[in-house]
């Protein structure tokens, strides 16, 4: 079972810059791709940005291609997001996701992850 901890998140003004952070334990890090979610109140939780076992591939939704960039470090046994040009709409609870499931693609659906921190929360002030 791997623990997943996320942390960077608070109150930025649009069009600033956060990072994400999202620090694994308990199997090895690089046995899992990783995702990047998020619940605004009164929403589903959607999918944002996610990275394969190596950071060879990543995936991103349309909301925030261009603006968040997902990255790994497996030494460090961490992944990041860093999210710039924010936008109001961009608030919400920010969680980290893993799966150990060796798929073709990076996935996109909750259920395709088994594994989830407790989230962050980002709130983008106008």
């Known amino acids: 079972q791997v623990q997943l901890v996320e942390s960077g998140g608070g109150l930025v003004q649009a069009g600033g810059s956060q990072r994400l952070s999202c620090a694994a334990s308990g199997r090895p890090f690089s046995n899992y791709a990783m995702g990047w979610f998020r619940q605004a109140p009164g929403k589903e939780r959607e999918f944002v940005a996610g990275?394969?076992?190596?950071?060879?591939?990543?995936n991103y939704s349309d909301s925030v291609k261009g603006r968040f960039t997902i990255s790994r470090d497996n030494t460090k046994n961490t992944v990041y997001l860093q999210m710039n040009s924010l936008k109001p709409e961009d608030t919400a609870v920010y969680y980290c996701?893993?799966?150990?499931?060796?798929?073709?693609?990076?996935?996109?659906?909750?259920?395709?992850?088994?594994?989830w921190g407790q989230g962050t929360q980002v709130t983008v002030s106008s």
């Open positions: 990275i394969s076992r190596s950071g060879g591939r990543t």
């Open positions: 996701a893993a799966t150990a499931i060796l798929y073709t693609t990076v996935v996109v659906t909750t259920v395709d992850y088994g594994h």
